[in-house]
């Protein structure tokens, strides 16, 4: 071996090697913007296409945004963190709602005023419902993001659209503020500012959000942990949503069980230690009931109707299988 040819033959493997991942990302970046042209939407007064998305590590989406009615064009850089992109809506006649996941799991939705072509907002998210108007987007999240799982504290925000961005401030302080825009309105320990971690009553969030059709009311399911009991919420909201009177009820989830169907023991084990009752779909049933779909057990049936929290302790709140 003539000297300086192992040197030589190292240098030409790291160069191809070098090319191979320089021609994968190349080829990456082209996919991505081809696809992206087919993606956008359209209203009378504006068309917005995306002409490149570019995921990890760039983060950069690029938007051509059309005045339809004085056809100028403007281009948009968002360099926000979509790892895809899921939905893409225009609202309120100006407004774009991009709702897409993050490349680490959860939800980012970014609004942009068309008019002048500008980020308003982006949320991080895990869980959103967007109301029947599109008006108002309730989202779950937890924070601070960067230290145990179990001081975290979680927390349901309402984001107004047609309010004024200077009202639409988060309670979270620091890098997290950005993207927690909206006002806290469960639960109750964190309505009004961010409390001390230790007097946290923390919930788990188990089912879908759901509006109401006139935007007052939302309902979900969740488990509060330190008394291990399910409870239905009804979150019943003032004209300018930025506050909400909480009732609560608590779902017995044994009362709707299959007897026949639980295991040895299985039913002792959920009266002393609790069970996560965790919906896949809740609907409504006329005004005063939801129907809630339970992720499979055989123990359980595959709709339950539950009747909300009423504001007369005296009235009958239970509820009933189908």
Known sequence: ??????????????????????LSILANSIHLAET??????????????????????????????TNRKTEMVRDLIVEERFE????????????????????RGGDIISIIDLAVSKLQDTIWAYGYCISPSSRLIAYKTYYPPLIEPLYRKSAVRILDLAAPRK???SNVRGAMARVSPGTVVFPESEVGGAKNLADNVNYVY????????????????AFRKDVRT??????????????????????????????????????????????????ERIKWQGKNEVIVTPYGQTWLPTEIIL????????????????
Do not use: C
């Open 1 to 22: 071996m003539r000297p300086g040819s192992w040197i030589e033959g190292t240098v030409h493997t790291l160069i191809r090697i070098f090319m191979i991942l320089l």
């Open 307 to 322: 009747t909300l929290p009423q504001k007369n302790p005296r009235e009958d709140r239970s509820g009933r299988e189908l």
């Open 230 to 279: 399910n409870y239905l919420i009804e979150l019943d909201f003032n004209e300018a949503h930025d506050s909400a009177e909480i009732q609560k009820e608590e779902v017995d989830v044994l009362r709707f069980s299959i007897a026949s169907k639980l295991l040895p023991g299985e039913k002792k084990q959920i009266e002393e230690s609790g069970y996560l009752f965790a919906i």
């Open 206 to 221: 188990l089912s879908p959000f759901l509006w109401s059709e006139d935007e007052h009311r939302l309902v979900f399911v």
């Open 36 to 65: 992206g042209f087919i993606q956008g939407v359209e209203s009378p007064q504006y068309s917005v296409i995306v002409k490149r998305h570019d995921g990890y590590p760039l983060y950069k989406l690029v938007l051509a945004i």
């Open 84 to 103: 895809t992109i899921d939905q893409m809506m225009i609202v309120d006649i100006k407004e774009l709602i991009i709702v897409g996941k993050l490349p």
């Open 167 to 169: 009202k639409s401030q």
